[in-house]
């Protein structure tokens, strides 16, 4: 969990940056125009719908940004729920930078605070049995890293954060491979010439692929949409003998029924690609004059 004085790390800068960049390139004409530079406010974000909360620290490094006399002040840590009207954080400073950072901090507090929910489901979904929910690569460009972290948050872990992170043949890397015996190839290819730092990993959609993949040594084995039944039967024949992960078309309505089928990881896409945004918003008003 993120609490309110974790460090910023410098690697979520340029992506603040950039973002900052994308709304303000010609500056807050509005603002400018509309509102005297003297003038002063303070607000507060507040959640609009249930959810889980992450991207506190990204939205405070927005306000900062923009100008380093806005105050920040979290009243909640990421990773934890809010209802409908709790307030999550105070700002004051400037009435102009509170306007130019509103929209880029509410942006990316909303998309990773709906990225944490959508998983805290998930999460919620499979109490009560072995699996733990896991993340893929479907991430937005450019917020991979605050997706991931908001995963955690929801109380899901994360497989790879890159291709070099770990083997993990897919079907497209056994087309390439070729021939019957490609499950067993490509995994003897990968142990003889990877790491032997990085697990190796094999996607199979047959239980006749997943025996292949267990009797060429796989360190894990990605059961790609095969219904419960079979599922079932490859956790009885793998026996612990390697990680399994269930994988394709994994639904908040399905995921239950993949978890009681025993294996140990269930990735899904959805937790990324299709999370709602949580709604957030910063109502603010202007403070006592002298």
Known sequence: MTTPDTPFPASWDPIVALALAEDLRGGDVTSRVTVPPEVAARGVIVAKAPGTLSGLPVAAAVFARVDPAVRFRPLLADGETVRTGT????????????????????????????????????????????????????????LRELEKAAVRHGGGHNHRFGLGDGVLIKD??????????????????????????????????????????????????????????????????????????????????????VARTGVDLISVGALTHSAPALDLSLTFALEPGP
């Open 87 to 142: 307030v999550v954080a105070e700002v004051a400073g400037p009435a102009r930078s509170l306007l130019a950072a509103e929209r880029v901090a509410l942006n990316l507090l909303q998309r990773l605070s709906g990225v944490a929910t959508e998983t805290a489901r998930y999460v919620a979904a499979v109490v009560g049995t072995r699996a733990r929910i896991i993340d893929t690569r479907k991430t937005t460009p450019g």
């Open 172 to 257: 497209n890397h056994l087309a390439a491979v070729g021939g019957a015996d490609r499950v067993t190839q490509a995994v003897r290819r990968a142990r003889a010439a990877a790491p032997h730092t990085l697990r190796i990993e094999v996607e199979v959609t047959t239980l006749d692929e997943a025996v292949e993949a267990l009797a060429a040594g796989a360190d894990v084995i990605l059961l790609d949409n095969m219904d419960p039944a079979e599922m079932g039967r490859a956790v009885d024949h793998v026996a612990g003998r390697a990680l399994l992960e269930a994988s394709g078309s994994v639904t908040l309505e399905t995921v239950h029924a």
